[in-house]
């Protein structure tokens, strides 16, 4: 899966997704409140909510790394 992927099963598919980085549970799924979207993220016990998909792709968010660099640079383990 490519990031384009990625962002078009989140947007299109309304589709979270969960994976495992240095043996901690992560992920991301697209949200509501007040009928705006927003993106929540987790690593391990760290959690974040994103304004937008894009902001989420490149925080270096995950361990240190952006979902753009992991998704790019390593085999995730897709839950």
């Known amino acids: 899966m490519n990031i384009d992927q990625l962002k078009a099963k989140i947007l299109d598919d309304g589709s979270g997704f969960t994976f495992t980085l240095d043996g901690k549970p992560c992920g991301m799924e ?13 690593c391990g016990d760290k959690s974040k909510d994103f304004s937008n998909l894009d902001d989420l792709m490149n925080d270096k968010f995950f361990s240190g790394k952006s979902m753009i660099q992991l998704i790019n640079d390593i085999a995730l383990d897709f839950i």
């Open 30 to 42: 697209p949200d509501s409140k007040d009928a705006k979207t927003y993106y929540p993220a987790w």
